[in-house]
């Protein structure tokens, strides 16, 4: 079974992502920051990130600097996701190493096209 790392410092997110994640197939493990995210990902096996851009004390694009820069992080495909549209949002996580970025809130459909997107579906 694959395996998604859900990284958002929202219970609730977390959760809604699980469910839609569970439902495409995917084991999902949770991180609420980036201790939680980088140990969850030296753990190995994890081939899908998602990853919430505001974190409660961290941005996640510098979490996400810190993914690529590990062993286990280098490639795996990573979908940003926020709450704030715009290109330049989009633009500046692409530059900042993600697959894919998505917006908030997020749907069955819209998680399910941006996984077939990253080729993780």
Known sequence: M?????V???EVSRYTN???LEDMGYDVVEAHDSQSCM???G?????LILLDWHLKKENGLD???QIRGSSHGG???VIVISGVEGMDK???ALSAGANSFMTKPTTREKLEAELKKVGAL
């Open 2 to 6: 694959k395996k998604c790392l859900v």
């Open 8 to 10: 958002d410092d929202v």
């Open 18 to 20: 699980q469910m839609f």
């Open 63 to 65: 979490l996400l600097k």
């Open 39 to 41: 140990a969850a990902l």
């Open 90 to 92: 989009a633009q500046e």
């Open 43 to 47: 753990g190995g096996g994890v081939n």
């Open 75 to 77: 490639t795996v495909p």
